[in-house]
């Protein structure tokens, strides 16, 4: 497959378009801060068939917000989940024919975020936990990722993958909020330690501290980067459809 443009994109593949803008309840509210973030969601966990999310636990997979909001009302038959999957399919069998999509959408909504005067943003993981260097195209014979191919541009990420904290002094725009998974205390504190926010899911109320830290409301935007780093992203469960259990160790109960 060669990448030619969008529409000839959309009509070989079925799929309308890999990323969006601002088009997410959680993304939408970035416009109040005259910000635009362009956001991916690929199929979580291996529903494609391939693993997007290596530190996944059996608690954090069946409460993932994949299957929360418009998703969680089963809208179209599960159309949303569907048109995940191809998208991610297409990133592991066609890594060159998505490359190539994923720049000219970045590409054109950098552009729009300009001409507004808006600042601009990426989030590639939304529903998945791939390491951002795995975005990458052979330009001028040379192996670019993303971050490399628009260094102007911060592409932020949550993650539950520990050594991830090591792009940081890679990449200067490149930020990262590491994600408590009710099974991973241990490397939430050691994170902190090296300067890496901590987010923690609460099942109703946010608490001032967390392990002794500031709690930061995380759903009054979704540009994490604007955070300080020694802090707690206090994030409120979002319904699934999985039931969340009164045992649940993700899901943290104050």
């Not at 509210?29 to 999310?53: F, I, Q, R």
């Not at 759903?219 to 459809?241: A, E, N, P, Q």
């Amino acid at each position: 497959m060669n990448y030619t443009n969008k529409t000839q994109a959309r009509k070989e593949t079925g799929i309308n378009y890999l990323g969006s803008v601002n088009l997410t309840t959680k993304h939408a509210k970035a416009y109040m801060y005259n910000e635009m973030t362009y956001s991916l969601y690929l199929a979580p966990a291996k529903m494609s068939g391939y693993e997007v999310c290596p530190m996944r636990t059996k608690e954090c997979t069946s409460l993932c917000l994949n299957e929360s909001g418009m998703n969680r009302m089963n809208m179209r038959n599960d159309m949303i989940n569907e048109g995940r999957i191809k998208k991610t399919k297409l990133f592991f069998e066609e890594r060159d024919y998505f490359m190539n999509w994923i720049i000219s959408e970045i590409t054109t909504a950098k552009n729009k975020a300009e001409k507004l005067g808006y600042k601009f943003s990426v989030r590639l993981n939304n529903t998945s936990d791939i390491s951002p260097e795995m975005f990458k195209l052979k330009i001028d014979g040379k192996e670019k990722n993303l971050m490399e191919i628009f260094p102007d541009v911060t592409f932020y990420d949550y993650t539950k993958v520990p050594n991830r904290h090591l792009l940081l002094d890679k990449y200067k725009n490149y930020d990262l909020t590491f994600s408590y998974s009710g099974e991973n205390l241990d490397e939430c504190h050691t994170m902190l330690g090296k300067g890496v926010r901590i987010a923690v899911v609460f099942r109703k109320k946010l608490p001032d501290t967390f392990w002794g830290r500031e709690v930061i409301d995380g759903d009054l935007y979704d540009m994490r980067y604007h955070d300080k780093k020694d802090v707690i992203i206090g994030l409120k469960y979002k319904t699934t459809r999985t039931k969340v259990s009164e045992k649940s160790k993700f899901v943290v109960t104050i």
